[in-house]
Nanobody
């Protein structure tokens, strides 16, 4: 079992930056692939970025590639999402998630259902 707590959301103008953090409980954080997802009002939850258990492999949605960076610090049980050049369409609740499957530990997926544990979410609002 792992608990995830996101922080760092807020209101920012278009073109600005935010850094989201997700702190995980437990001693097995380094065995999980991690992902960030987001959900805008009236829309389905969508993949944003994922990172392998060792931090070497990362994947991004096309809509954020080149603007967002996912990283992790296994010593601190924390995964980050650095968001630059924010756009109004990035407005959403952002969730971090953990995938405990050994099969995907080094090849994190984009699939929501592959992730076992979820945080409560943090709101990001980008004004135009």
């Amino acid at each position: 079992q792992v608990q995830l707590v996101e922080s760092g959301g807020g209101l920012v103008q278009a073109g600005g930056s935010l850094r989201l953090s997700c702190a995980a409980s437990g001693r097995t954080f380094s065995s999980y692939a991690m992902g960030w997802f987001r959900q805008a009002p009236g829309k389905e939850r969508e993949f944003v970025a994922s990172i392998s258990r060792n931090g070497i492999s990362t994947y991004y949605a096309d809509s954020v590639k080149g603007r967002f960076t996912i990283s992790r610090d296994n010593a601190k049980n924390t995964v980050y999402l650095q968001m630059n050049s924010l756009k109004p369409e990035d407005t959403a609740v952002y969730y971090c998630a953990a995938d405990s499957s050994p099969r995907t530990g080094y090849s994190p997926t984009r699939i929501t259902n592959d992730y076992d544990y979820w945080g409560q979410g943090t709101q990001v609002t980008v004004s135009s």
